[in-house]
């Protein structure tokens, strides 16, 4: 376990959540579920079927103990879940026939328990889409107060590096918003800022990523890029946010200090904007795969309350360190 791991479970461990896992089925899930029951740093609850989740178990020897499972099936709650979102959604044109067989589907009810305090935050994504996670989401939960853009990030965490803050950094959007406008680019760097801080404990150094530094390369795409740091620094003056620049600029000081003299980021910056979903999905993938970084999320920000998604290739030690994210940006809500 890397030292990054540890801290992101020790300030989870200092206010216990309750966090439910929409994918109580998977092997991974419940792989997890016993590393975390293990290691105590939070609470969780398995959505699934029962017999299912315990014939699982047994045959892989994973031990969850009395972690509580929630069937949808057979939720003593699952009308009035579904009378809730009936209510949320008649506008729409649900009727209440189709809201109880909505609320049937474990990402809809996992939901719903965030939205009625049965658990503090969600995660899920092992084996759904973003879009089975996050289309609940905003159907139930809304967007944070003050928030326009929902995105996602992941934090990435290098092993033996000297650069971001002792290895760890934040990479934005790299999961949802495919091709952001300026103003997008701009509520991306605003949330990713707050969310390096709520994580990780240090300030952000927030830099917007382009193939071009201080105007090095002309061409719309850099144009786009120029124009978000712009209305990011008119937003938001009190961040060390700059740009555009490129990515060895962005984190190598003697970089920086040669292709941005004078930047209060270049060569320091931590929570890195890139462009558009192209560049941040890459991007994270060869940090991951190459630079043998660990990778946690996607990890939504916008949402009203705690959920998050997973890499459809992730392993049981992801997810755990996803409810440790979790956990902590429940207690933050706080």
């Known amino acids: 376990m890397s030292t990054f791991t540890e801290s992101l479970k020790a300030r989870a461990k200092e206010n216990i959540k309750t966090i439910a896992l929409a994918e109580g089925e998977d092997i991974r899930t419940l792989k997890a579920a016993e590393i975390i029951l293990n290691e ?9 079927d029962p017999d299912k989740i315990k014939t699982i178990c047994a045959a892989e020897g994973i031990n969850i103990g009395d972690t509580p499972i929630v069937n949808p099936l057979t939720s003593e709650h699952l009308q009035e879940y579904a009378d809730a979102f009936y209510e949320m959604r008649k506008h729409k044109g649900m009727t209440p026939e189709k809201a109880y067989e909505t609320m049937k589907d474990p990402s809809y009810y996992t939901v719903m328990m965030v939205k009625t305090g049965a658990a503090d935050g969600m995660v899920s994504g092992a084996c759904h889409s973003s879009a089975d996670t ?19 990030f ?39 800022a707050k969310s390096f801080k ?55 000081p003697e970089v920086g200090a040669s292709k941005a003299p004078g930047s209060p980021v270049a060569g320091h910056a931590n929570t890195l904007i890139f462009p558009d ?38 392993v049981a030690e992801d997810i755990a360190g996803v409810v440790a994210i979790t956990a902590i940006q429940a207690a933050s809500a706080e």
Do not use: H, W
């Not at 992941?154 to 290895?167: K, T």
């Not at 999905?281 to 940090?287: P, S, V």
């Open 40 to 48: 105590g740093y939070a609470k969780t609850v398995l959505v699934g």
């Open 134 to 152: 996050i289309r609940p989401s905003l159907q139930i939960l809304k967007t944070a107060p003050g928030t326009k853009l929902v995105s996602a």
């Open 154 to 192: 992941f934090l990435i965490s290098v092993p033996d590096c000297e650069y971001g803050e002792n290895g760890t950094f934040l990479f934005s959007d790299s999961a949802l918003n495919i091709n952001p406008s300026a103003e997008d680019l701009s509520e991306i760097a605003i949330s990713s």
């Open 198 to 252: 709520q994580l990780v404990g240090a300030d952000p150094k927030v830099a917007m990523l382009s193939f071009s530094t201080y105007g090095s390369a002309s061409d719309p795409l850099v144009d786009k890029v120029q124009e978000a740091t712009r209305i990011t620094k008119e937003k938001a003056p009190e961040l060390e946010l700059d740009g555009e620049m490129q990515f060895d600029a962005a984190i190598v």
């Open 277 to 314: 979903l192209n560049a941040g999905n890459i991007g994270y993938k060869i940090a991951q795969r190459l630079g043998k970084a660990e990778a946690f999320g996607p990890v939504l920000q916008g949402i009203a309350k705690p959920v998050n998604d997973l890499s459809r290739g992730c």
